[in-house]
């Protein structure tokens, strides 16, 4: 992807046209990468959202080692309303909230996890 900005002191239609242009080429270039989910899924370094459907059975989405992703944020949706169970563990010998693991409770629910360096915190 190139950009080209170039900084400028006035306001003209064209400059403010072509920073607007470029600013949402650049969004464009860094939204977050989706994954979707119906069985055991785990979270990688190109993960930002994880979509889940569990209504063919219980899903269990594994996070990665914290240390790896320290400020990192992902996001895990849950996109059904079936009585199965959708889990979100931590790496081996790590945290989520203090536990092994979180649930995702009830349908259509979501729940954005930030690493600490040591631990993920649900937020």
């Known amino acids: ?11 003209s239609p064209d400059y403010v046209r072509s920073l607007a242009d470029n600013l949402k080429r650049l969004f464009d270039y860094a939204r977050p990468y989706i994954v979707t989910a ?5 979270i990688t370094a190109s993960n930002e959202w994880v979509v889940v459907d569990a209504s063919g059975g219980a899903v269990l989405v594994t996070l990665p ?6 400020r990192d944020v992902v996001a895990v949706v849950r996109t059904d309303a079936s009585g199965n169970t959708v889990t979100i563990a931590a790496a081996d010998g790590e945290a989520v909230n203090g ?6 409770a009830g349908g259509y629910s979501v729940k954005h996890l930030v690493s600490t360096g040591v631990e993920w915190i649900g937020v």
């Open 99 to 104: 536990a092994a693991s979180v649930t995702l």
């Open 38 to 42: 119906s069985g055991d899924h785990t």
């Open 65 to 70: 080692a914290a240390k790896d992703f320290a």
């Open 1 to 11: 992807m190139q950009l080209s900005l170039t900084v400028r002191t006035d306001n």
